[in-house]
């Protein structure tokens, strides 16, 4: 059975989406040079090149805002995770282009402006078309939230920072990658919980409707968006106590990352 669709709060998740850039561009803005030449963690990108990316989330968010709008959307918020694999190096090559030769403090001022401008003057329901797929503007902000979420979490690892990470873009973040998981093992036998953000039931088998169910995985918003992203693997988790699972049926190494 697949999970119903999940209502976001469109004012909420703009203001997530906002704040969160507002978070990084002041704190790449204190970056030094050794900082930014550094490796990221994420292959052969530095820390340069990794909030170079960030801009590039608001900035191309603003882009897709002034073309010409679609029709319908052919994706939703909870599908998108699926369609960004076979895309992820056009992505990268994308961000690379059109932020080459300018100094990161120039490209985040650029990109909020352009961002505000055009967040201001469409509604949620205006359709971008995509490389991934059509989505409505209401969708595709829920998956900003984690992209900023992801991405600020790589930040503060990579450079050694404390980026604050706002409360609702956690949430939205949490919450569509359990969803995800459920789209993509739909069932009742095991229930993911992840406080104090989401809780789904997932994978094929007895379905369990009264009291404690027999399988159940247990861990906190940024372990299980770590898991979700690859940065981490299901093995690590567990032996680090960030997991907890019970149940035969309660191990989802086979289900993740859902994206990477």
Known sequence: MAPKTRRYDDAKIRAAVTAQFDHVARAVGELGPEQLAGPSGLGDWTVADLAAHIAWIADSLAAGLARPPAAVPELTAVEWPFATASLAGKISEAARETLTGAPLP????????????????????????????????????????????????????????????ERQALAACTRLLADSLALRAPGGSVEVRIPPFAVVQCIEGPRHTRGTPPNVVETDPLTWIRLATGRTDWAAALDGAHVRAGGERADLSALLPLMS
């Open 106 to 165: 120039e490209l985040y001022d650029r990109a909020a402006t352009a961002m505000a401008r055009e967040l201001a003057a469409n509604p949620g329901g205006r359709v971008l078309q995509l490389w991934i797929g059509d989505m409505t503007l209401a969708d595709f902000l829920v998956t900003r939230t984690v992209e900023l979420v992801v991405h600020t979490d790589d930040l503060n690892r990579a450079a050694g920072l404390d980026v604050p990470i």
